[in-house]
């Protein structure tokens, strides 16, 4: 029998009908495989218990924050081994620390550093099925509860299957697999079977949401074999995840987008060999992601520099940004909001001159503008104005054949 490490999401538990449909699947799934289960809170519970901490203080500590959301992965696993021990399955609900998860001390946003994992282990041998609290852990110094942070459940279960060295990881979700686009959005977007490790980091890292980018990242550096599934449909194959190699290939495989972006630009900055480095390394001393940066022929004796950063950090990019406007001598900071990063990722795909031909001509000719562009290996991407957004990708999405055709 294979030993396979199966993750099932809030959506995919959020009521006790779905919780018993996912019960009944796993008692027919044991009679074939070994399992063990990782857990996520149920529904919206986790922002829920997040609520409830903000109503009583607009600043929670970070430990009693980590205690109170991980009841959220409590309650799951307990009631689906009690599902389960309904179906005649023997069933054993474990927290993170029980399982030997063992993180570094952040409260809110831990790494893990090593699973010990022996219960586990005796658990599996004993022919029960472990079903585990993702999200969790306990620090390795402290011994404290300690959360990993959203989507930390698909980590737990990457994690547990290096661990064990399972023989998969199998990660359900609402959505039938990884998709060419957002099936929510673009309902006509195809499910792709296979994938390589290096494209499942880019569309993690860069708006495919059905995978948390640290799980990702975790599952390539150890070569972790995994499959996204449809928990609506479970019993069906969706998209394995492995070390593929596309020989000489370039091809788009799918459209990924990320909203809510924010580009400041800093007018008429003085000339100076060192003046984009300084402006660089003040926004990457205190945190801040640059997704792109530019700066403009001189004009003179001055240029304009261009930024783009996330929402979460336009705050940030914005005091940064008018201290060093302050300080050069510069005109103005100015702040254009509602800007989307539309990539496309697949082998090669930001190193053929025929892709970037092609799709540049599409986005002419909707009559998109571009604020800017960026290329990688895997990745061409294109930043543009928010109303822009789903005409582009859908567009895109035809130009490349990653639509179901209609019949």
Known sequence: MALIVTKFGGRSLATVRQLKRVASYLADRAREDKLVVVVS???????????????????????????????????????????????????????????GIHTDESHNEARILFVKGHRLRETIDAGEIPIVAG??????????????????????????TKFLGADSCELYKTVKGLCTADPHLFPKATCLERISYEELVELSDYGARVLHPRAAALAMRYKVPLEVRSSLAPEKRGTKVGDFKELEDRFVRAVTQQKGLVRFTVKDVPKNPTVMTQAVARLADVGVHILSYSHGHPQAEAFDLAFIVSKEDATLTEKILNAFRKETGAARLSVMKQISEVSLVGPGAGQDAHITRRAFEVLRAENVHIEAFATSQLKLTFFLRARSLKRAIARLLEEFNLMVRSK
């Open 41 to 99: 809170a149920m529904g919206t519970k986790t922002d829920e218990l997040n609520a409830l901490a903000r109503s009583v203080t607009t600043k929670p500590k970070g430990r009693e924050l980590d205690m109170l959301l991980t009841a959220g992965e409590r309650i799951t696993m307990s009631l689906l081994a009690m599902a389960l021990a309904e179906r005649g399955v023997k069933a054993r609900s474990f927290t993170g620390s029980q399982v």
């Open 135 to 160: 999200f969790q852990g306990v620090s390795a110094e402290g011994k404290e509860v300690t959360t990993l942070g959203r989507g930390g459940s698909d980590t737990t279960a990457v994690a547990l």
